[in-house]
């Protein structure tokens, strides 16, 4: 499990904090991706890097700022969340290939809660 | 647009007995990549099993495998000589070459002991 890590694990913000969410990835991946997980819900894409670039931006708002820096690390930047936006936040990474050999690999998730 | 469902919400099973997981998906390619992950409680979301659409024997990874109808657009996991550490949310997945994953909504799975 330490294939792709997550930091921090836990957190809890009020609406006008800002905090940031880690990704890193330890495969050699090129392609690494944002989902929201929430209750009763199946996993949303919010966004995907390939080789650093944005390539995939799934209608989500501002508050939620991505940045990629390199191939193996991601943040989610976060300002002024709604209690909506409580959720476990999933970090995964690929090759970035396309085919089957693109399978994505998870991180543990930060468990986010809006107060 | 692509979907993916999962009928089942919730199943159980007894230990040591086979269970098998549902799931359908609808769409209009011919070559796409269909996935199963397990996310235990608290734990790791990991790849199960996976299956290219244009392989016709099913998938198998030892205690796992699929029933994958391609005309029906089925793709159902089964899990043998199910463990305790089964238990977990499992994920029908699915993608084309070069298109996003879609996830279906999740079944979650008890073992009684």
């Known amino acids: 499990e330490t294939g792709v890590t997550q930091t921090p694990r836990h957190l809890v913000m009020g609406m006008t904090n800002k905090k940031s969410l880690k990704c890193e990835q330890h495969?050699?991946?090129?392609?690494m991706y944002w989902y929201k997980q929430s209750a009763k819900k199946p996993l949303e894409l919010m966004f995907v890097y390939n080789f650093k670039e944005q390539t995939e931006n799934n209608s989500v708002p501002s508050r939620f700022s991505p940045e990629c820096p390199n191939s193996s690390h991601l943040f989610l930047h976060l300002h002024t969340l709604q209690p909506e936006d409580s959720a476990l936040y999933l970090c995964?990474?690929?090759?970035?290939?396309?085919?089957?050999?693109?399978?994505?690999?998870f991180g543990p998730g930060t468990r986010l809660t809006v107060l | 647009a692509q979907t993916v469902t999962q009928s089942q919400p919730e199943m159980s099973v007894q230990e040591a007995e086979t269970v098998t997981l549902s799931c359908t998906y609808d769409t209009s390619e011919s070559d796409y990549y269909l996935f199963w992950y397990k996310q235990p409680p608290s734990r790791q979301m990991i790849l199960v099993i996976r299956?290219?659409?244009?392989?016709?024997q099913n998938a198998t990874e030892n205690r796992f495998s699929v029933n994958f109808q391609k005309a029906a657009k089925s793709f159902s996991l089964k899990i043998s000589d199910s463990q305790l550490g089964d238990a977990a949310m499992y994920f029908c997945?699915?993608?084309?070459?070069?298109?996003?994953?879609?996830f279906g909504p999740g079944t979650s799975l008890s073992v009684i002991p």
């Open positions: 495969l050699g991946h090129n392609a």
């Open positions: 997945a699915y993608k084309t070459s070069y298109d996003k994953v879609i």
């Open positions: 299956q290219e659409a244009y392989k016709q």
């Open positions: 995964a990474s690929s090759q970035g290939s396309s085919g089957i050999t693109d399978t994505q690999y």
